[in-house]
Structure formats: structure tokens, C-alpha cells
């Protein structure tokens, strides 16, 4: 799959809206979009996520790094590699962040509703 074929921009309304249901994939998102970086390792990401779930009340579920990147692993990373938003190497833990703006405005818009500010 090229770069090109990643987009979002021709995807069906439903993947924006799975990438966008749970925090922990908003979380990944914004944690990129408002960042210069693309890349990062699945323990960064966990680390950043950990503190995010800390400040923003999102639930009552364990928002511990290693609990964060379990998750992470296991679900949602898997999540939004299919649906084309990143590229994740589950060997190396490698997430390449390819972007777009639909999924950005939306989790954008869903932070600004719940009154999260972090990311």
C-alpha cells in the first residue's frame, strides 16, 4: 500500500468514526497531529497516552503505561493500521503516522466537546 492509498480522504464514514470511538485512538491522534513528529515507538506513545488518561478523566479504566500499551498493541494500534492511518510494525513497535485531516478535525472537535485540552 502506497502512502497515497492511506488516506482517509476516500474512506467510508464508518472507519473515521472507529478510529474516533475510543479515547485511546483519538489520543494516538492528536498526540501526532499536534506534534512535528510521524514516528514514534509504541512505548512512547503508551507513555504520553498514560498521562493524557491521567489528566483528562476519561474513565475509570487503568491508565498505567504498561496497561496503555497493551491496549495499544493489542487493539487500537491494530485498528488504525487497517484502516490506513498508520503504518505499525508489531516487531519493532515502529507507528509511522501518515495523518488526515477528517480524523484530525473530528478529534480535535471531540476533545474540545469533552473539554480536553491536552495533545
Known sequence: MTPSERTLSTADVDDVFEVLSDWRRRAVCRYFASSDQTAADVA???SA?????????VDTTDTSPSTIR?????EH???LHRIGLID??????AVKYWGSPTVEK???HAA????????
Not at 88 to 93: F, I, L, Q, T
Open 88 to 93: 505499525y510494525d508489531e516487531r519493532s513497535g
Open 70 to 74: 497493551t491496549q495499544l498493541e493489542e
Open 77 to 79: 494500534l491494530p485498528v
Open 112 to 119: 474540545a466537546v469533552t473539554q480536553q485540552t491536552d495533545f
Open 106 to 108: 473530528w478529534a480535535d
Open 44 to 46: 512512547a506513545l503508551a
Open 49 to 57: 497516552i498514560s498521562e493524557h488518561g491521567e489528566t483528562s478523566m
